[in-house]
T-cell receptor
Framework: RKEVEQDPGPFNVPEGATVAFNCTYS??????FFWYRQDCRKEPKLLMS???SGNEDGRFTAQLNRASQYISLLIRDSKLSDSATYLC??????????????FGKGTKLSVIP | NAGVTQTPKFRVLKTGQSMTLLCAQD?????MYWYRQDPGMGLRLIHY???????AKGEVPDGYNVSRLKKQNFLLGLESAAPSQTSVYFC??????????????FGDGTRLSIL
């Protein structure tokens, strides 16, 4: 069974802190990587794709380490509005050209005033 | 731009009843998916479709059927609802994953309770 693992948290951090999440995946043939954000009782929303060279979007930085099979998400200068559950997702070829997106169970972040 | 729309948003059923959840997308996506999300279990894929007229089983297909008669619509059916199917159901759509970084776009969910 293909696995995507995340620390469930919760991560409780003060405003302004820097927080990092890791996500490991078991299938070395995985091809595409994403971070989603899910607010309580809402749908997952794409936060950012993760590219091989790493990428940044404002306070958010995503990195991929293919050798160790993990992706990471760094949030700098945490805001109260960053409180949510963060899901990593990995696309892999499940055979015959059929691609599946497998989600981790999510890491809950609470930013405290 | 509506994106992915799910109906209904909430429903309560009695055990043994049947119902259909509708998903519609206006992004011309080939791929569509149905997930269920339960506490502590994360998102689990029920069925998916790679194009009009085609469907395939995901991780947890038992007790569900699907149909993709039109490209923009993906229907999830429960023929005989069971309490174990109480969950939040999400529909998603995407361009073909083989064409590169193609994220999935989600509807806002259907909360289903089976009594």
């Amino acid at each position: 069974r293909k696995e995507v693992e995340q620390d469930p948290g919760p991560f409780n951090v003060p405003e302004g802190a820097t927080v990092a999440f890791n996500c490991t995946y078991s299938n070395s043939a995985s091809q595409s990587f994403f971070w989603y954000r899910q607010d309580c009782r809402k749908e997952p929303k794409l936060l950012m794709s993760v590219y091989s060279s790493g990428n940044e979007d404002g306070r958010f930085t995503a990195q991929l380490n293919r050798a160790s099979q993990y992706i990471s998400l760094l949030i700098r200068d945490s805001k109260l509005s960053d409180s949510a559950t963060y899901l990593c997702a990995v696309t892999e070829d499940s055979g015959a050209g059929s691609y599946q997106l497998t989600f981790g169970k999510g890491t809950k972040l609470s930013v405290i005033p | 731009n509506a994106g992915v729309t799910q109906t209904p948003k909430f429903r309560v059923l009695k055990t043994g009843q049947s119902m259909t959840l509708l998903c519609a997308q206006d992004m011309n996506h080939e791929y569509m998916y149905w997930y269920r999300q339960d506490p502590g279990m994360g998102l689990r894929l029920i069925h998916y479709s790679v194009g009009e007229g085609t469907t395939a089983k995901g991780e947890v297909p038992d007790g569900y059927n699907v149909s993709r008669l039109k490209k923009q619509n993906f229907l999830l059916g429960l023929e005989s609802a069971a309490p174990s199917q109480t969950s939040v159901y999400f529909c998603a759509s995407s361009y073909p994953p083989r064409t590169g970084n193609q994220p999935q776009h989600f509807g806002d969910g259907t909360r289903l309770s089976i009594l």
